[in-house]
């Protein structure tokens, strides 16, 4: 595949300005492996460190967690072998419009049943062929004190 870009500087915005205009296109050239994809989604990173305190007088908490790749992901407060045994879906983006400039996936989950003491969750992810991890990925909160 091949893509051509041109550039515009920041100059852009300046005084209702156009901005340097690079005239040169750039040629951007690389290609897709078509060896099937064996390896499953990784969780890379989240919205809130594993371990973190909630608000006090609070058990639920909305986390974001991130994968490397396209993919559905569920969570559980037991740690189940097999993803479709998992009893709580995530909201997952596909699209790569929603990576941003780390490009990540992101899944949203709404943990419940947060307590004063870790509170342990395992999440497990599968990707669009069929891959999914061989251990879940564990995560934990707890609640505070006012």
Do not use: H
């Not at 051509?4 to 290609?31: H, K, M, P, S, T």
């Not at 007088?57 to 559905?72: G, H, M």
């Not at 709404?110 to 995560?139: H, W």
Request: with cysteine; aromatic share 10%.
């Amino acid at each position: 595949m091949e893509i051509y870009l041109r550039c515009r500087d920041g100059n852009a915005n300046v005084n209702g300005g156009e901005g340097n205009i690079q005239e040169a296109e750039y040629a951007v050239r690389f290609c897709v492996d078509e060896t099937p994809d064996v390896t499953p989604p990784q969780v890379i990173s989240s919205s809130i460190e594993a371990g973190s305190c909630v608000a006090a007088n609070t058990d639920t908490a909305t986390v974001t967690f991130y994968t490397n790749e396209p993919a559905s992901c569920r969570w559980d407060r037991q740690d189940r072998s097999d993803f479709s045994d998992m009893q709580y879906s995530m909201v997952c983006s596909r699209s790569a419009v929603d990576t941003g400039r780390l490009m990540v996936y992101p899944c949203v989950a709404t943990f419940t049943g947060i307590n004063k003491e870790d509170t342990p969750y395992y999440i497990r992810c599968q990707d669009e062929q069929g891959n999914d991890n061989d251990a879940s990925y564990d995560f934990s909160l707890k609640g505070s004190l006012p």
